[in-house]
């Protein structure tokens, strides 16, 4: 065997794991899953072919309609909120409270991120019920009329997505801060030197230094957001009306409430296309530089 | 019709039921002997799965089967799954092998696992003798066949009331009609400060069996007709949702009643804050324990009465590799002994056998015997899942002024019927 060869191959027996890894576990149930999504499935019989039938009904669902809407705005919501908070609270930590005092805002920071979603979701319905809720509570201080905050549609996904920002803050604080920790101070101190102020170094320094660091949190709180399902599972089940149900709550509901496993595939198949487009489409606004 | 038909046989057997418990433990202790005389399952390994009703059901099923295990020689895994997983667990269960043989399931289960033929009929491996044991046998055929044994029958959803709130208002009685219940909710809310009546729309689909069902029933209406066709499109179905949405926009119920779930309203029954309540009468009991003076109705009347009813069952799985035993654990498990004992110690329920004594709440045992033609059960149908979450969505969207009764029913009958 020659060294080309020889090299190859344990190049291969390297590999294999990760790649065994991933086709068991990754690759044959996305393929099983398009099988699925193109069957009537229920788990308890055997898949019949039915075309892209699943895929019509999906669309003209209403359920899915409304998941469609809700989850959009859960992302829109979600997603540029945890990046700027969690983006600015890092920042305050990493300048002006690098000791003890810093150290024990991140450790509380991280405290939600992890707790149990149920937990979490329990606290904030507790925080926003309408008659005993703590957040009324204080608004009322301030003359405003209790707002039915899980029980009208204009506020349920509003409600669930604070719970949501206020769970996943801690984790992208703590990879903001490591990006922090990593630009180098002589910019700083050269921006200071050039007569640069906070404002001005923050935009000029901070941010260009942190580009890597945001597209990763862009990336996984935008997957994140799209598979949004535990905070709406305990707080509010979907409703009311339709007002919260999410894609993969509604995937949820249809293989393991209705049986319609077929179903529920051809849904998160969807889900999944729009992850993909989603997560190109930041690529190209981005560029290679994150690399 | 067929329905109504069976719930007059229900009557007439829990009469007998009820009649005979005093004088029948010779009956119970014949069909336990009957049923070991011969049995010899040694090395057989079953499972059960059931929900848990009471504090440690897995540890009652274990100490009250040991009898049985040592007689047979066979030996039972219980398993006990929460209620928010028990579907799901079931489901991935029996999809992937690993199921019970014996399990617990409700009616909305029942559909997708008979149509698929994972439950087997158990007609055949009862004598009549047997049968004529269990008061709500008759109950068990679903879609044609015995596939299921009745179980956890009964719960009724009632009116619950306290009834120092009433008298604070000046009623010494629990409303019977909608009108009373209106005009007793109002009383209360004016005098007392407290909430008259309260509705819980803000939990999820199941709670319909407390909210809407009852009312659709005395409007004169019903889920599905005999052949199973939903009719949610009839004028009873339409009274029903305006009267419930008229309980909002007239004041009678909270206005925040849309946040809130069951556990909410109850416990506010429970703290003295909500004077009527409708809930499954297994509730009494922490009603009592809260120190609450409360009565009840079975139902409040219009065009004439109705309320639900858990009509909950045992099934024995196809996939089963011992059929007889697991039959055998099904009648060891509903046998007068384990039955009273489970009423005891785990769920208040009224019997299910003739050889069992009443041990649930006393104010309740008239009820089962005047009342028993007034209780629906749930049907067994295709998609009714997918069509109680429509219903339940949709009129949530009413109760939130998006939708009027009449486009909350239509919308759900087009869902439906959108479904196939």
């Known amino acids: 065997?020659?060294?080309?060869?020889?090299?190859?191959?344990?190049?291969?027996?390297?590999?294999?794991?990760?790649?065994?890894?991933?086709?068991?576990?990754?690759?044959?149930?996305?393929?099983?899953?398009?099988?699925?999504?193109?069957?009537?499935?229920s788990v308890l019989s055997s898949p019949k072919f039915i075309g892209i039938q699943n895929y019509i009904a999906a669309f003209q669902d209403p359920f899915v309609q409304a998941s469609l809407k809700n989850t959009f705005i859960y992302v829109l919501i979600t997603v540029p909120m945890q990046t700027i908070l969690s983006m600015i609270i890092a920042a305050v930590i990493a300048m002006k409270f690098q000791n003890r005092y810093g150290r024990f805002v991140k450790a509380c920071m991280f405290i939600p991120?992890?707790?149990?979603?149920?937990?979490?979701?329990?606290?904030?319905?507790?925080?926003?019920?309408?008659?005993?809720?703590?957040?009324?509570?204080?608004?009322?201080?301030?003359?405003?009329?209790?707002?039915?905050?899980?029980?009208?549609?204009?506020?349920?996904?509003?409600?669930?997505c604070i719970a949501a920002i206020w769970k996943n803050v801690g984790y992208f604080l703590v990879i903001f801060y490591a990006g922090l920790m990593d630009i180098p101070t002589s910019y700083y101190e050269a921006a200071k030197v050039d007569g640069a102020g906070k404002i001005r170094q923050f935009f000029s320094?901070?941010?260009?230094?942190?580009?890597?660091?945001?597209?990763?949190?862009?990336?996984?709180?935008?997957?994140?957001?799209?598979?949004?399902?535990?905070?709406?599972?305990?707080?509010?089940?979907?409703?009311?009306?339709?007002?919260?149900?999410?894609?993969?709550?509604?995937?949820?509901?249809?293989?393991?409430?209705?049986?319609?496993?077929?179903?529920?595939?051809?849904?998160?198949?969807?889900?999944?296309?729009?992850?993909?487009?989603?997560?190109?489409?930041?690529?190209?606004?981005?560029g290679d530089k994150e690399d | 019709m067929k329905r109504k038909l069976i719930s007059l046989l229900l009557v007439s057997a829990m009469l007998s039921g009820c009649g005979a418990a005093s004088s029948s433990s010779s009956t119970a202790q014949a069909t336990t002997s009957s049923?070991?005389?011969?049995?010899?399952?040694?090395?057989?390994?079953?499972?059960?799965?059931?929900?848990?009703?009471?504090?440690?059901?897995?540890?009652?099923?274990?100490?009250?089967?040991?009898?049985?295990?040592?007689?047979?020689?066979?030996?039972?895994?219980?398993?006990?799954?929460?209620?928010?997983?028990?579907?799901?667990?079931?489901?991935?269960?029996?999809?992937?092998?690993?199921?019970?043989?014996?399990?617990?399931?409700?009616?909305?289960?029942?559909?997708s696992y008979i149509e698929s033929g994972a439950i087997e009929p158990i007609?055949?491996?009862?004598?009549?003798?047997?049968?004529?044991?269990?008061?709500?046998?008759?109950?068990?055929?679903?879609?044609?066949?015995?596939?299921?044994?009745?179980?956890?029958?009964?719960?009724?959803?009632?009116?619950?009331?306290?009834?120092?709130?009433?008298?604070?208002?000046?009623?010494?009685?629990?409303?019977?009609?909608?009108?009373?219940?209106?005009?007793?909710?109002?009383?209360?809310?004016?005098?007392?400060?407290?909430?008259?009546?309260?509705?819980?729309?803000?939990?999820?689909?199941?709670?319909?069996?407390?909210?809407?069902?009852?009312?659709?029933?005395?409007?004169?209406?019903?889920?599905?007709?005999?052949?199973?066709?939903?009719?949610?499109?009839?004028?009873?179905?339409?009274?029903?949702?305006?009267?419930?949405?008229?309980?909002k926009t007239d004041g009678v119920i909270s206005a925040s009643c849309v946040s809130r779930d069951s556990s909410a309203v109850s416990d506010d029954f429970r703290a003295g804050e909500v004077?009527?309540?409708?809930?499954?009468?297994?509730?009494?009991?922490?009603?009592?324990?809260?120190?609450?003076?409360?009565?009840?109705?079975?139902?409040?009347?219009?065009?004439?009465?109705?309320?639900?009813?858990?009509n909950d069952s045992l099934v024995l799985m196809s996939s089963s590799k011992n059929k007889e035993a697991a039959v055998s654990l099904m009648k060891e498990l509903t046998s007068p002994e384990i039955m009273q004992a489970f009423h005891e110690q785990c769920y208040q329920m009224p019997p299910i056998t003739t050889g069992e004594t009443y041990v649930d709440d006393a104010k309740f045992e008239s009820m089962y015997t005047e009342y028993a033609d007034q209780f629906h059960a749930l049907p067994v149908m295709k998609n009714f899942s997918q069509i109680e979450s429509a219903l339940f969505a949709n009129l949530q969207q009413m109760m939130m002024d998006e939708l009027t009764p009449e486009e909350a029913l239509n919308n759900t009958m087009e869902y439906a019927s959108s479904l196939g």
């Open chain 2, 123 to 247: 007609d055949s491996y009862f004598t009549e003798e047997e049968k004529a044991n269990y008061i709500y046998w008759d109950n068990g055929n679903v879609l044609g066949k015995q596939y299921i044994l009745p179980y956890v029958v009964g719960a009724p959803r009632v009116l619950f009331a306290n009834m120092d709130l009433l008298a604070e208002a000046g009623y010494d009685a629990v409303p019977t009609t909608w009108d009373e219940l209106v005009e007793v909710s109002k009383a209360v809310t004016e005098k007392t400060g407290k909430i008259g009546f309260d509705v819980p729309w803000g939990g999820y689909f199941g709670d319909l069996n407390e909210i809407y069902f009852p009312f659709l029933w005395q409007a004169g209406g019903d889920i599905c007709d005999d052949e199973g066709n939903l009719t949610l499109d009839t004028d009873a179905a339409l009274t029903a949702a305006e009267f419930v949405y008229s309980l």
């Open chain 1, 205 to 286: 320094i901070t941010l260009p230094c942190l580009r890597p660091i945001t597209y990763l949190v862009l990336t996984l709180g935008i997957i994140w957001s799209f598979q949004a399902f535990d905070m709406v599972y305990a707080m509010t089940q979907g409703g009311p009306g339709k007002s919260t149900y999410t894609l993969v709550y509604t995937i949820y509901n249809a293989a393991f409430r209705e049986y319609r496993m077929g179903y529920a595939c051809a849904v998160a198949l969807i889900l999944f296309v729009f992850i993909l487009v989603v997560n190109n489409v930041q690529r190209l606004f981005f």
């Open chain 2, 35 to 111: 049923s070991s005389g011969t049995e010899d399952f040694s090395g057989v390994e079953l499972s059960f799965w059931t929900a848990p009703f009471g504090e440690n059901d897995a540890q009652f099923f274990e100490e009250h089967l040991a009898a049985w295990e040592e007689r047979t020689g066979a030996t039972v895994n219980v398993e006990v799954i929460p209620w928010d997983s028990y579907e799901e667990k079931y489901m991935t269960g029996v999809a992937s092998g690993t199921g019970p043989d014996v399990g617990y399931m409700y009616n909305e289960m029942l559909y």
């Open chain 1, 1 to 41: 065997m020659s060294k080309k060869a020889k090299d190859n191959l344990w190049g291969w027996i390297f590999v294999l794991p990760s790649f065994l890894t991933l086709v068991v576990f990754i690759v044959i149930p996305i393929i099983r899953s398009f099988y699925y999504s193109l069957t009537e499935y």
């Open chain 1, 113 to 160: 991120v992890i707790s149990s979603s149920v937990l979490v979701g329990t606290l904030f319905t507790l925080l926003f019920d309408t008659d005993k809720g703590i957040v009324n509570s204080v608004l009322a201080v301030f003359g405003v009329d209790a707002i039915n905050w899980l029980g009208q549609s204009s506020t349920a996904l509003v409600t669930v």
């Open chain 2, 275 to 310: 004077a009527m309540y409708i809930g499954a009468s297994v509730g009494a009991k922490k009603n009592t324990e809260a120190g609450i003076n409360w009565d009840y109705v079975p139902f409040t009347t219009n065009v004439e009465g109705g309320t639900m009813v858990a």
